[in-house]
């Protein structure tokens, strides 16, 4: 891929980190590796981490389902992996660093240009993709996520919406 002719305003400072907490690590690199959100991270516009929460298992199998606290059907995405690998990339954190948590989930703040606009503020944005049932409430609580929703549909795991609001935001930073 060729960046000719596309360059990167830098603001001192600023370079706006995008940390995704997912099972599928290789779909969030091959969305973010093309057209212009891979020139703009080629370029420097922005950076991106995607973190693999099976690396975070505690198993041997790598599991990171769990049935729900208290009972119910279907499985969750267990806590401990989830918060394990939050604080693993969040040992960089620099003091004073502004940073938000995002657990995309259909029943989460409708994600409109609005938020997109304040996400764009910030140093860095966690987002944290579910797939199964959903998310150990315990987790998100751990983690401080908020809940953010891209629509009244359902998706089969967080990583399109995680898409969808990695665009949005990226395409607002200086120089993309």
Do not use: Q, W
């Not at 049935?67 to 990339?89: D, K, Q, S």
């Not at 502004?98 to 240009?113: A, C, H, K, M, Q």
């Amino acid at each position: 891929m060729s960046n000719a002719g596309f360059s990167c305003v830098r603001y001192p400072g600023f370079l706006m980190r995008f940390e995704i907490m997912t099972l599928f690590p290789e779909f969030m690199e091959t969305f973010l590796s093309y057209s212009i959100l891979g020139r703009a991270v080629k370029a420097g516009c922005f950076s991106f981490r995607c973190h693999n929460i099976r690396d975070f298992s505690e198993n041997k199998h790598r599991n990171v389902d769990d049935t729900p606290y208290g009972g119910g059907a279907g499985m969750l995405m267990a806590a401990p992996p989830i918060v394990a690998c939050y604080e693993a990339l969040m040992r960089d954190a620099a003091e004073g660093e502004r940073t938000r948590v995002i657990y995309l989930s259909p029943r989460g703040r409708r994600f409109d240009e609005a938020m997109a606009r304040e996400l764009s503020t910030l140093d860095r944005l966690v987002l944290l993709c579910g797939h199964y049932e959903g998310v150990d409430e315990r987790a998100i609580e751990a983690i401080g996520a908020e809940e953010v929703s891209i629509g009244d549909f359902v998706l089969s795991g967080g990583e399109t919406a995680a898409c969808v609001v990695t665009d949005a935001v990226a395409r607002l930073l200086p120089g993309v």
